[in-house]
């Protein structure tokens, strides 16, 4: 991969951004991105989670060559492998699957550190592996939406996390606006969520729940670390 030259940008530059797409269309915001960034600077990451289908078939109407890297922790349901293969297939999609270092991945098996330390279990296998490539970009996208936590309520469209510029055409979609889009697209959900998961990550760690309820049962945690 070539390396991206890295770019720092104001607040006022930010701001514009902002100012731009909060009237468009998710559509419209997706095809901007494109003018506004070229591909190479890009990163698109997805879980295949509950309803990933919303941001992977919207990219994929709009450009189909965007790579979409998963985050392989090892501790992923069955179902959510094959629904990344399906959905893979299904919208023509360019997956690369990126993954902890074997032996440190091997240490929280042996270790059962999902137990005992989700924390530190998530910055393993999903905070460090996605760092590393995370350098190589200059703005990460993300199906995150507002009302699926109190800290995602917080978020802007646009805004630095560090030193990459975050990028959430999805953010103040509604759940209702969400439904309806998957509604009119027949988009497939999750196979879970027919099971009452409705946000799902590592089977060690998920269970079925409204919302983000599931995750982390019995722990103030609500997010894997790669979003704060």
Known sequence: MIQTEKRLYTDEEIQ????????????????????DFDEAEIMLTSSFASTSAFLLHLFSEVNKK???????TGYHFPETLD??????????????????????YEFTVQDETYRKNPEFCC??????????????????VSGLMEWQSDHR????IFEMRGEILKFYPLLDI?????????????????PLVAKGYNSIGCKHCTVPGEDRSGRW?????TECGLHL
């Open 16 to 35: 514009q951004l902002n100012k731009k797409n909060k009237p468009l269309t998710i559509h419209e915001r997706v095809a901007e991105l494109y003018n």
């Open 66 to 72: 965007q790579k979409v890297y998963f985050i392989d």
């Open 83 to 104: 629904y990344k293969t399906k959905l893979t297939q299904l919208y023509g999609l360019n997956v690369a699957s990126i993954s902890a270092l074997k032996d440190e």
């Open 123 to 140: 910055s393993i296998n999903k905070v460090k592996p996605l760092d590393l490539i995370k350098k190589k970009y200059n703005v990460w």
């Open 153 to 156: 309520a917080t978020l802007d």
């Open 174 to 190: 509604s759940k209702e606006e969400r439904d309806l889009y998957i509604k009119e697209h027949t988009l497939p959900f999750h």
């Open 217 to 221: 049962n019995n722990s103030p945690k």
